[in-house]
């Protein structure tokens, strides 16, 4: 029920394309579905996050897209350049005063955009 | 203005060894993470700290992990008696409020037990 499931694993994409990463969970409960890059030796750093209010939200080139029946969200990258190669999470947590907005993963995509 | 720190960036230890992996959040952030990345992996939640109560213990793996923190400054994560699978990057994050602030997260530390 805690589990949120990301997919796939790793992604090649030509310079220019457009990258899709997939996210779904179980826990109605969740609240808030942020998703961070991580570059290699850094720590991730948060791209863009959504809650189930909406069903898109966009930041220049990257989207996110939510299915609140589905359970599930995904992150579309516009116009992939090589500087978007980094790994990328999905994320969600719980609101609420009870709730300490801990973060559960996804277990990434590791995403290369060949020039 | 300064990011999240942590201290060391790499630790080499041996089995049965004790470490403690020091975490500096943003000054004014009254929430901070701790969680754990291990190779080729997601990041798991350890613990919580928001001010002054009590921190949220659940994600710690057993009772050879412990963590402190000084007011809203300085967090410590200690592990004992260090096993192979505590290898891991451990990964310090921090936000103004908690609740589903924006986590600001740190390079990390690099433990390897040998």
């Known amino acids: 029920q805690q589990q949120v499931k990301q997919s796939p694993q790793s992604l090649i994409v030509q310079k220019g394309g457009i990258s899709i990463i997939n996210c779904a969970y179980e826990?109605?409960?969740?609240?808030?579905f942020p998703w961070y890059q991580q570059f290699p030796g850094k720590g991730p750093a948060l791209l863009i996050a959504i809650r189930p209010d909406v069903s898109e939200k966009k930041e220049g080139r990257f989207t996110i897209s939510f299915n609140k029946s589905a359970k599930q969200f995904s992150l579309h990258i516009m116009d992939s350049q090589p500087g978007d190669s980094a790994t990328y999470f999905c994320?969600?947590?719980?609101?609420?005063?009870?709730?300490?907005?801990?973060?559960?993963f996804g277990q990434g995509t590791t995403l290369q955009v060949k020039p | 203005g300064a990011g999240v720190s942590q201290s060391p960036s790499n630790k080499v230890t041996e089995k049965g060894k004790d470490v403690e992996l020091r975490c500096d959040p943003i000054s004014g952030h009254t929430a901070l993470y701790w969680y754990r990345q291990r190779l080729g992996q997601g990041l798991e939640f350890l613990i919580y700290?928001?001010?002054?109560?009590?921190?949220?213990k659940s994600g710690l793996p057993s009772d050879r992990f412990s963590a402190e923190r000084t007011g809203e400054s300085v967090s410590t994560l200690t592990i004992q008696r260090t096993q192979q699978e505590d290898s891991a990057v451990y990964l310090c994050?921090?936000?103004?409020?908690?609740?589903?602030?924006?986590?600001?997260f740190g390079p990390g530390t690099r433990l390897l037990v040998l």
């Open positions: 700290f928001q001010g002054n109560s009590a921190p949220d």
């Open positions: 826990n109605t409960a969740f609240d808030y």
């Open positions: 994320a969600a947590s719980m609101g609420g005063s009870s709730n300490t907005g801990k973060l559960i």
């Open positions: 994050a921090s936000s103004l409020n908690g609740v589903q602030e924006t986590q600001y």
